[in-house]
């Protein structure tokens, strides 16, 4: 079975441009969740997507944020980059049902730079 | 305080010893308690998950909860040079839902020949 897929790997952006990242759950996952990872504050959490509907939403500015399509597909967009936003975003599937629902499989990541 | 502890490290251990990594939290009604393995440069790998109160072993890991201490451990028996990592401790909230993961900073570990 095919992991948890995010496009692009990378990606090189200047102050206030916007960003739009995506992630591919694993197949028959329904849950999508997002975090940002930096070395000062380490991993943290964004939002979860389930059944194309945000569920959680942690504590980012409403720059950040993102949806989910029927296939369970996720985007996540950021509005008006700052060089702070520069990070390794990171997507995780979990099934959300049935088995262990509560388990996050993380993708790759994308690594975002802001110039 | 901050929700999830833990040291990090390094934490050196030599190969074929075992590797007691901890973690805490604040939170006392979380529920759910993971272990991740993240190599530098890479995204993590999800190790263990535990839910109740005691032991669960899978491998060479064994994962140990004490939800009165809020306390949860990582033992890697044997340990190997290709365990040279970051762990993470991962928690989920009381009030945040299943799926928010709060995480520790890291423990770095060393595995030297």
């Known amino acids: 079975k095919a992991g948890v897929t995010q496009t692009p790997r990378y990606l090189i952006k200047t102050r206030g441009q916007q960003v739009t990242l995506s992630c591919s759950p694993i197949?028959?996952?329904?849950?999508v969740s997002w975090y940002q990872q930096t070395p000062g504050q380490g991993l943290q959490f964004l939002f979860e997507?389930?059944?194309?509907?945000?569920?959680n939403k942690g504590n980012f500015p409403g720059r950040f944020s993102g949806r989910q399509f029927s296939n369970s597909r996720s985007e996540m967009n950021v509005s008006t980059l700052e060089l702070g936003d520069s990070a390794l975003y990171l997507c995780?599937?979990?099934?959300?049902?049935?088995?262990?629902?509560?388990?996050?499989?993380f993708g790759p990541g994308t690594r975002l730079t802001v110039t | 305080q901050k929700e999830v502890e833990q040291n990090s490290g390094p934490l050196s251990v030599p190969e074929g010893a075992i590797a007691s990594l901890n973690c805490t939290y604040s939170?006392?009604?979380?529920?759910?308690f993971f272990w991740y393995r993240q190599y530098s440069g890479k995204s993590p790998e999800l190790i263990m998950s535990?839910?109740?109160?005691g032991d669960k072993e899978d491998g060479r890991f064994t994962a140990q909860l004490n939800k009165a201490s809020q306390y949860v451990s990582l033992l890697i028996r044997d340990s190997q040079p290709s365990d040279s990592a970051t762990y993470l401790c991962?928690?989920?909230?009381?009030?945040?839902?299943?799926?928010?993961?709060?995480f520790g900073a890291g423990t770095r570990l060393a595995v030297h020949p």
């Open positions: 995780a599937s979990s099934l959300a049902e049935g088995g262990d629902p509560y388990e996050q499989y």
């Open positions: 197949s028959g996952h329904r849950s």
């Open positions: 997507y389930f059944s194309e509907t945000q569920r």
């Open positions: 939170d006392r009604g979380s529920q759910s």
């Open positions: 535990i839910y109740s109160n």
């Open positions: 991962a928690v989920t909230p009381f009030s945040g839902g299943y799926n928010k993961l709060i």
